[in-house]
């Protein structure tokens, strides 16, 4: 495969519960067949590129005769062996029954039982030990899906800078679906997916879902999608999966194609063809489907004798009782229906329960006047897509679930309610009654999407994303101060003689509270801290956001330089406060009852009242609150700022405020640095609000940044937990 030049690995290794192909029992011998299914279909596309570059190495459930080197040309298949006793727990029963059920919305078949996470746990370990003696130095280890959750994580112990992809091709579920599951279960789910570099899920609410499941359950910290894990980066982003758009279109025309369509076209006759195509799940909706065509010929009976709806059901999971079950009520339904309508000349329903070979498939797609795609839950179904990109010599109409991933990139299509049979029977007719010129703009503007985001274009975005977390994490790990950085910074400090040292408060010299009243100086960094400013050639300065009696009561007794509200007011050692810059606070009764208002609505926030600014803290409050209420928050903030000179939205930690743009955190540093003469400088924060200060320092001097964000500082160190060692520094000894 060639991509982009940033995205060329030695090797791709792919790593699925199955392999791509399966060993069938012909005449001549064994065959091995392709298996069903998206990602088969992505890979095997991109396989068969002719420019590729990457050899691609599967790993997953199959025969072992699959691991003969000639199965397949473009492909290495390393097949891993799971004891039928672990297997059935392990994909039948947490696969299955656990996760399936619930990522699928369907909280009352999910089935809590330890046993079948100690299989799910026992079967990722055997495709890890599988994979260690496979992995080599530039491969990029792609893993898919919702059976090898905890495998990121294996292989990240074990290969520190390996690349690691995982994809989630099933929707990820809401927090409150989620935390279902035993917290050791969740927290080792996301653990093991968060041991990738990059995290994929198809539609941009999956991957908030993601994200926040991930700040709720293991606390780590999230900016830009991006999530700080103690010395490493990891990024959740969405990649709806796309088809190989080409193949589909252009198999329409195809001689086999051709003869498929003769065929279809002797058994409908001039009649309408509806079409329907999924495999056997309870998460298709079949039966509220079937409601809904029925409701149709109810509503609209001009329509009888001229609509046969081909309901195609690809066999799934047969050996499960309650896969049977809805086979039989599927059957039962369908027969009731055919009762009910059908004639010598005319039968409602064709059923069948089968696979389709490609090329009757794409002449179903291809001759079909409607699609009818209505799941109750579905990651992406690429069946819409597939149908769409099959419209070449007339235009057919999709009817699409909302609940399908793939509305979101599919808006032109008609999107329904999949359990509303009265919209889907009105959505069947208006889809019938369409005029082609309607459908026709609508068609080509979806295939115009589909044609341009497609599975190679799904795969290089991924790759891409892969190489910028990549360097990313490389540059901060550059960044990171290490026990050889500390020492140089001990050394350089001691061959100088003045010393100015600034230091945020929170987050800082203290770890950031869940209320701001929480977060005092320990005796340990208050220790330190007294230690260093008696020693006359040292200058301490805290610069802190914080109101001005706050900080006399933590640093009394202690001669530093103080700086409140971001550098509103100052006081030097032995003098009183004073304001750095003349500034009409009159704003302040406009927007506080605007902000009294949010606090109201947002159960958790907290409005602090400074001299010179207003703060609004949201870090107890609900995310999927403050993420509908901080824009029009920040709009209506906008609107009345506009009218008010100099002044500023700044956002931090969990916090907004609302002050004048005369005054900040660099201005002071600015301010000290030309008013005393000094051979070393430091500054020390955590928040965006310290970013000011790091860009005011001079070319030589030391800033630090506490956690893993970007910044404009030269070092990052991990946690706040460090900055003892480092106050530790500049103690005499």
């Given at each position: 495969?060639?991509?982009?030049?940033?995205?060329?690995?030695?090797?791709?290794?792919?790593?699925?519960?199955?392999?791509?192909?399966?060993?069938?029992?012909?005449?001549?011998?064994?065959?091995?067949?392709?298996?069903?299914?998206?990602?088969?279909?992505?890979?095997?596309?991109?396989?068969?590129?002719?420019?590729?570059?990457?050899?691609?190495?599967?790993?997953?459930?199959?025969?072992?005769?699959?691991?003969?080197?000639?199965?397949?040309?473009?492909?290495?298949?390393?097949?891993?062996?799971?004891?039928?006793?672990?297997?059935?727990?392990?994909?039948?029963?947490?696969?299955?029954?656990?996760?399936?059920?619930?990522?699928?919305?369907?909280?009352?078949?999910?089935?809590?039982?330890?046993?079948?996470?100690?299989?799910?746990?026992?079967?990722?370990?055997?495709?890890?030990?599988?994979?260690?003696?496979?992995?080599?130095?530039?491969?990029?280890?792609?893993?898919?899906?919702?059976?090898?959750?905890?495998?990121?994580?294996?292989?990240?112990?074990?290969?520190?800078?390996?690349?690691?992809?995982?994809?989630?091709?099933?929707?990820?579920?809401?927090?409150?679906?989620?935390?279902?599951?035993?917290?050791?279960?969740?927290?080792?789910i996301l653990s093991g997916m968060t041991g990738a570099d990059t995290i994929?899920?198809?539609?941009?609410?999956?991957?908030?879902?993601?994200?926040?499941?991930?700040?709720?359950t293991l606390g780590y910290k999230v900016e830009r999608n991006y999530i700080?894990?103690?010395?490493?980066?990891?990024?959740?982003?969405?990649?709806?999966?796309?088809?190989?758009?080409?193949?589909?279109?252009?198999?329409?025309?195809?001689?086999?194609?051709?003869?498929?369509?003769?065929?279809?076209?002797?058994?409908?006759?001039?009649?309408?063809?509806?079409?329907?195509?999924?495999?056997?799940?309870?998460?298709?909706?079949?039966?509220?489907?079937?409601?809904?065509?029925?409701?149709?010929?109810?509503?609209?009976?001009?329509?009888?004798?001229?609509?046969?709806?081909?309901?195609?059901?690809?066999?799934?999971?047969?050996?499960?009782?309650?896969?049977?079950?809805?086979?039989?009520?599927?059957?039962?339904?369908?027969?009731?229906?055919?009762?009910?309508?059908?004639?010598?000349?005319?039968?409602?329903?064709?059923?069948?329960?089968?696979?389709i070979p490609f090329n009757e498939l794409v002449a179903i797609y291809n001759?079909?006047?409607?699609?009818?795609?209505?799941?109750?839950?579905?990651?992406?179904?690429?069946?819409?897509?597939?149908?769409?990109?099959?419209?070449?010599?007339?235009?057919?109409?999709?009817?699409?679930?909302?609940?399908?991933?793939?509305?979101?990139?599919?808006?032109?299509?008609?999107?329904?309610?999949?359990?509303?049979?009265?919209?889907?029977?009105?959505?069947?007719?208006?889809?019938?009654?369409?005029?082609?010129?309607?459908?026709?703009?609508?068609?080509?503007?979806?295939?115009?999407?589909?044609?341009?985001?497609?599975?190679?274009?799904?795969?290089?975005?991924?790759?891409?994303?892969?190489?910028?977390?990549?360097?990313?994490?490389?540059?901060?790990?550059?960044?990171?101060?290490?026990?050889?950085?500390?020492?140089?910074?001990?050394?350089?400090?001691?061959?100088?003689?003045?010393?100015?040292?600034?230091?945020?408060?929170?987050?800082?010299?203290?770890?950031?509270?869940?209320?701001?009243?929480?977060?005092?100086?320990?005796?340990?960094?208050?220790?330190?801290?007294?230690?260093?400013?008696?020693?006359?050639?040292?200058?301490?300065?805290?610069?802190?956001?914080?109101?001005?009696?706050?900080?006399?009561?933590?640093?009394?007794?202690?001669?530093?330089?103080?700086?409140?509200?971001?550098?509103?007011?100052?006081?030097?050692?032995?003098?009183?406060?004073?304001?750095?810059?003349?500034?009409?606070?009159?704003?302040?009764?406009?927007?506080?009852?605007?902000?009294?208002?949010?606090?109201?609505?947002?159960?958790?926030?907290?409005?602090?009242?400074?001299?010179?600014?207003?703060?609004?803290?949201?870090?107890?409050?609900?995310?999927?609150?403050?993420?509908?209420?901080?824009?029009?928050?920040?709009?209506?903030?906008?609107?009345?700022?506009?009218?008010?000179?100099?002044?500023?939205?700044?956002?931090?930690?969990?916090?907004?405020?609302?002050?004048?743009?005369?005054?900040?955190?660099?201005?002071?540093?600015?301010?000290?640095?030309?008013?005393?003469?000094?051979?070393?400088?430091?500054?020390?924060?955590?928040?965006?609000?310290?970013?000011?200060?790091?860009?005011?320092?001079?070319?030589?001097?030391?800033?630090?940044?506490?956690?893993?964000?970007?910044?404009?500082?030269?070092?990052?160190?991990?946690?706040?937990?460090?900055?003892?060692?480092?106050?530790?520094?500049?103690?005499?000894?």
């Open positions: 495969m060639k991509y982009s030049d940033e995205t060329k690995f030695k090797r791709i290794v792919i790593v699925a519960y199955r392999l791509p192909f399966k060993l069938v029992k012909k005449k001549s011998g064994f065959q091995a067949i392709q298996n069903s299914g998206g990602l088969v279909s992505a890979i095997l596309s991109l396989a068969e590129k002719k420019d590729k570059t990457s050899k691609i190495v599967w790993v997953g459930t199959g025969e072992e005769e699959l691991g003969n080197k000639d199965t397949h040309p473009d492909f290495d298949l390393y097949p891993v062996t799971i004891p039928s006793a672990i297997n059935d727990k392990y994909y039948g029963g947490f696969c299955n029954e656990t996760i399936w059920p619930l990522f699928h919305y369907f909280p009352s078949r999910t089935v809590f039982e330890p046993s079948y996470f100690e299989a799910y746990n026992n079967a990722n370990t055997l495709f890890f030990q599988k994979l260690k003696d496979i992995i080599e130095p530039g491969d990029f280890i792609w893993v898919h899906d919702y059976q090898l959750f905890l495998l990121p994580e294996m292989i990240r112990k074990a290969f520190p800078s390996a690349q690691i992809g995982f994809f989630l091709h099933i929707p990820f579920p809401s927090f409150e679906l989620f935390r279902l599951l035993p917290t050791k279960w969740r927290e080792q994929g899920f198809h539609t941009n609410d999956y991957t908030q879902h993601f994200i926040k499941s991930v700040k709720r700080m894990i103690d010395d490493r980066l990891c990024k959740a982003d969405t990649f709806p999966i796309g088809i190989d758009y080409d193949k589909f279109h252009n198999a329409c025309v195809t001689k086999k194609t051709i003869n498929c369509k003769n065929k279809l076209r002797s058994h409908i006759g001039n009649n309408k063809l509806v079409f329907s195509i999924d495999r056997l799940d309870y998460s298709k909706g079949f039966l509220y489907r079937l409601k809904a065509y029925e409701r149709f010929l109810e509503k609209y009976p001009e329509w009888h004798y001229k609509v046969i709806f081909n309901m195609i059901v690809i066999p799934s999971r047969d050996n499960i009782y309650g896969y049977r079950k809805i086979k039989k009520e599927i059957e039962a339904t369908v027969g009731r229906i055919n009762g009910r309508y059908n004639n010598l000349s005319w039968i409602p329903i064709t059923y069948q329960y089968k696979s001759m079909s006047d409607v699609g009818l795609i209505t799941p109750v839950r579905d990651g992406m179904n690429l069946v819409a897509k597939e149908y769409i990109a099959c419209q070449k010599e007339h235009y057919g109409m999709l009817i699409l679930s909302e609940m399908a991933g793939a509305a979101s990139e599919l808006s032109e299509a008609i999107i329904i309610s999949p359990t509303d049979a009265d919209e889907i029977a009105d959505s069947l007719n208006r889809a019938l009654t369409m005029p082609e010129e309607e459908k026709e703009i609508k068609v080509q503007k979806m295939q115009n999407r589909l044609s341009r985001y497609n599975v190679f274009t799904w795969t290089k975005d991924f790759f891409n994303q892969v190489q910028e977390v990549k360097r990313e994490q490389d540059s901060l790990q550059s960044k990171y101060m290490d026990a050889t950085i500390m020492s140089q910074l001990k050394e350089e400090y001691k061959k100088t003689d003045r010393h100015l040292l600034m230091f945020d408060y929170d987050g800082t010299l203290t770890p950031i509270a869940n209320t701001p009243e929480m977060a005092v100086l320990s005796e340990t960094i208050r220790d330190a801290l007294k230690k260093i400013i008696s020693d006359k050639n040292n200058v301490v300065v805290i610069i802190s956001g914080r109101n001005k009696e706050f900080l006399d009561k933590q640093f009394n007794g202690l001669n530093a330089i103080l700086v409140a509200e971001h550098g509103y007011y100052i006081k030097y050692p032995d003098r009183e406060w004073n304001t750095t810059v003349s500034i009409d606070l009159s704003w302040k009764s406009k927007v506080l009852p605007l902000m009294d208002d949010y606090v109201d609505k947002c159960s958790g926030s907290v409005i602090e009242e400074k001299q010179a600014s207003l703060a609004w803290h949201y870090r107890n409050a609900e995310d999927e609150i403050i993420s509908l209420r901080i824009n029009d928050l920040r709009n209506s903030l906008s609107s009345i700022l506009k009218s008010e000179d100099k002044l500023q939205i700044m956002e931090g930690d969990k916090v907004l405020e609302i002050k004048s743009m005369l005054y900040d955190k660099g201005t002071i540093a600015a301010t000290l640095l030309r008013n005393g003469s000094y051979d070393f400088v430091l500054a020390a924060g955590d928040d965006r609000t310290d970013e000011d200060l790091f860009r005011a320092l001079p070319e030589n001097g030391i800033t630090i940044k506490v956690g893993a964000k970007p910044t404009n500082a030269r070092f990052n160190i991990r946690d706040q937990r460090q900055i003892a060692g480092i106050l530790n520094l500049f103690v005499n000894e």
